[in-house]
């Protein structure tokens, strides 16, 4: 990542910000406008995160994963299932329940990617058609058992969605939690302080490790590394099930941490956008989370416009809209894509079988 | 190599019944383990899936809705096939499908008013199903541009483009176009003008001419894709960009013509739903189409008369599996399981051709490429 | 010499690949501190029993002993436990990667049992680079080494793990001959400090030059083993070919005529925005063939892209045939008779999935009689495939066999034939024998003469130089993207060509 990518970064969140504080002054002072969309971009930012962060392991290691959406979407639904059935079957405390829920979804996130890696590294399908195949899965499994459980007839909760054990509670972190103001910005729930942990924790992994030196080495040139003895297959397997879990717990912060109950479909495009934060963030940890960051920025306008909703002046009525706003992350996923912002460079054997 | 006849060698039948047979056992192996899933849930898979070959195909009615439910998937799986030939994964026959239908809805409804006269059927039909496809044209030849000129991947701009036009589509029938009827609660446009309808082929059936007329594409799309030099610089571009450069190909625009042409198959899916089944363009109606038409694009291995084939499939699956949730309380969702793993053994054959000890290889045809470019 | 001086032994070496039998019962052994050339043509089998002495291929038959003892190697991993390196022929190096991350990779230093310690995997490097002469920097990225500083990054990355058997795989490809002649200076000074060498080549002279013994090898077998002072090069090129080699192209003086190429101050980009053809002018006339040395990677692949059509061009000028075809697309300039022989067959020339016939028309199919009002013409393009099959000798069951299930030879036949079927007055020809058997590459030089000598203007690109010299007319040096000399091929020796290759100004 160069200086110059950070400060377009820098330059779109500060235009987004900036937007709402004009919007919103006279109802909120500027600091209180900007701490509270901190806060909301860095929480609704995470599945991005997580998401970019699961690409992040795959392609390094030189496989092409579209299917984090697909990853997400069934871990959010599994590890919903799981705290439902702990909570109401099993009637453990909602905390329990709810850990046990992330558990799952980050296993969820596992098994996908487990089927993932069989597709695409022993089996050598295309990889970019078998993450279609786990995205068209996933959708189908989930819209399948939502209603099988849910709402069919013979269903286990008897047709009526049980009562769920809520949402992970946010963490106070001393210190910096009670910083005036600014502690608002670190008053996080787990799995988005976790996000940011595992940003630093893939960061130094990659660039400072063994694992991660034979990562990038099997991800650039896999005949180079299977010359000096490092099994190919084995680490994009691994890589690949890491990248997984990465993305399983993204899929629980739909269900366990942003709100309590899973929809068909929920995940809305977001793996795809993290694959484009990827992208942008040049396949660096550092980068792709603060693409992330971006869009993120994007929704907390979104949602901070429908906030400030009557005090929007008639000449920008167009802002009103939350059609024409939500645009706002598509566009600039394309815009980036464009490569206009900078070119980035994938691994060189990103996306190939390694054929011996 | 040894062998220098010259002769081009005479098919037998075992060698034309050879490509079918992986997509026939990867259906085959799919529907034993969506039976297994059936049965998982409480389900009787037997009586599953005899409601749902009744619901499909046992009256003339059920083999009418088939057609209906067909239709489009055969116009859209065409879309996503054509980009698979030109070596492009085409993910946005969802938005390409839906912009159609709204250009053909307010085409359909408004254009009459417009121009304060009522015109004959002869005009007004191809006029709407023309902006149709050529919305859905507009709408994949962006991302094509994108990809030739600035190469921005078409799998995340095509999926960026779905979600954009749903936005908009959301903005325009819940503002602009939305059905004025004070009944109205749901957001759709109004019903098109008469003389913009497609007619049904029978009088008590809903099958319609678009169904005659997604046969005919078919065959025109393979007329295009092996008859003519357009088609040769497609399928060159798409099996290897830099051979089609160096035989003096514009790649970039080929490019571009190959997506509009799969967007212009996606909007004409679309449009033929406006014009000759709903006759309105609703929220939500298309939900699936996208993903669904990549599977059918690669159960018909990309080609033109096997995407016809698996799309008369999965309509008969989507058709009959309303009735299999009638006869049996097995949610219909069923069905999208099955076809994720009938795509899932399609694209990964190797897994059929290990459970069957399979040996005979065929080539293997290059879809896509990785972000390189 | 003694028995116990051999450090490795391979006896029976059998390997089938699909269709071909690559290693038939191969017996090969290597005494301590020897260098022990490998000899044969493309194809012959070399490399795929140093894969299987590296552990990268299994033999389905045969027995391996490492310093007298049995060895079981199964992954690249126990042939570098046994003390066995090897450089191949395309580095193993990750051009993103240094020096030292590229060496450690693998065999890693680690502080506190996770972290890389690049500072101590440095200062190993510099120690071993010290000890064998073998100057190079640990942070430095291995994408700004020259070829000749990578290659020895791969010696010291052998070293590194203390390897005392070293394979080098075709080492001298890529090197100037003064480059390859300090390789020699090292491969002798490493004999000395007790690493024996197996020296894979097909070059005659190299071998005679720096072997103890050689052993050659052809269609798998090992035909016999010969020491330098009891045999000489076309004693080698028959035991390689397995008949009679005319080593020199016979042809008559050139009769050159109208300017056909004109190009004035070149300068193209490479894909990072790097000026890799830097001002470069020459001219080539018809009836005679302009050679242009160098050693790969000196520009030559940008600068035939650019002529072609392929590459944009960052400044100069480009005359073809008499019009300005500066900055053209490759259609106009194939219209005006430009025959192009891509450098790689399989990425440019061919489309592997199509048949034999569809790669026959493969720029021609929109033309009349192959492509009427946009239409395909079946008939035609069949008739066209069955006559340049026939011309030009194509092994083909059928014009409609996928051309990827061709032989490379009968691969850049299709190529050849099609390029040459039409009206042609220059023939661009980039590195078109590389990797062929010889009796491909024979016929390919016999068809260049013959263009030439039908008053074509021929425009040779090669890194061989025996090439270069057997066929040109005139000979023009590259060298980091310049042009450093234009010589009459008549008036001009190997060795001159050498120094220029290797950058000596022609004035010096």
Redesign the interface.
Known sequence: MDWRRFAIIALVIVIMFGTVVVVGISQNSPLVIITSMLATTIAVATPLTLGALSGIYCERSGV?N?GIEGMMLGAAFFGWLASIYMNTVFHQVPMLSLLTGVFVAVLTGGLFALLHAV?SIT????????G??I???A???T??????MF????SVFGGTVPHSPGVLPSIHIPLLADIPVFGRIFQQQPITLSALALVVITHFVLF???WG??T??VG??P????????NVIRMRYLNVIIGGFMAGLGGAYFTLESISSFEP?MT??RG?IA??AM?FGNWTPFGAWAAALVFGAAQALQINLQFFRELIPPSLAILQ?S??V??AP??L??LI????IG?TI?P?A???PYE? | MQNIDGQIPVKKLRDLLNPLLVPLLAIFTAMVAGGIIIAIVGGNPFAAYWGLVQGSFGSAAALSETAVWATPYIFAGLAVAVAFKGGLFNIGAEGQLAFGAVMAALIGYALPGWLHIDLPAYIHIPLTVGLGMLAGAIWAAIPGALKAYTGGHEVINTIMMNYIALNITSFLLNGPMRDPDPLNLSARTPEIAASARIPTIFPDLRVHWGFVLALLVAVIIWWLLWKTTMGFEIRTVGANPDAAKYAGINVKRTIVITMAISGALAGLAGAIEVTALNYRHELGFSVGYGFDSIAIALLGKTNPFGVVLAAILFGAMRNGGTRMQFMTQIPVDIISVIQGLILLFVAADAIIRFIYRIRVREERVVLTRGWGG | MATNDIVLEAKGITKHFPGVLANDHVDFDLHKGEIHALLGENGAGKTTLMNILYGLYLPDSGEIQVDGKPAVIHTPKDSITLGIGMVHQHFMLIPVFTVAENIMLGDEIVRNKIVLDQKAVAKRVRDLSHQYGLEINPETLVSQLPVGVQQRVEIVKALYRNAHILILDEPTAVLTPQEADELFVIMHELTKRGVSIIFITHKLKEVLAVADRITVMRDGKVVGTAKPKETDEAKLASMMVGREVILKVDKDPAKPGNEILKVDGLKVHDIRGLEVVRDVSFHVLAGEVLGIAGVQGNGQTELVEALTGLRSMAGGKMWFSGKDMTGKPPRPITETGMAHIPEDRQRHGLVLGYTVADNMVLNTYYLPPFGVHNMLQPAAIDSNARKLIEDYDVRTPSPYVPVGKLSGGNQQKVIVARELSHPVKLLVANQPTRGLDVGSIEYIHKEIIVMRDRGVAVLLVSAELDEIMALSDRIAVMYRGQIVATVDAAKVTREQLGLWMAGAHPEE
């Open positions: 092409v579209i597709l089996f050598k399908v295309d990889q970019i058609i078998g279609t195949v995205n068209i899965l959708t189908g499994i819209g399948f058992l939502n209603r099988q709402f069919g007839s013979g400072h490790t063994r030196l034979r990038r080495a650039e040139h005949r180079a590394a299977d010359t000096v003895g490092i479909m809305n495009g795809f694959l484009a992208i809209n059609y024409v939500g645009l598509y566009i996923t394309m894509l464009t490569g206009l070119k994938a060189a990103d996306g190939k011996k």
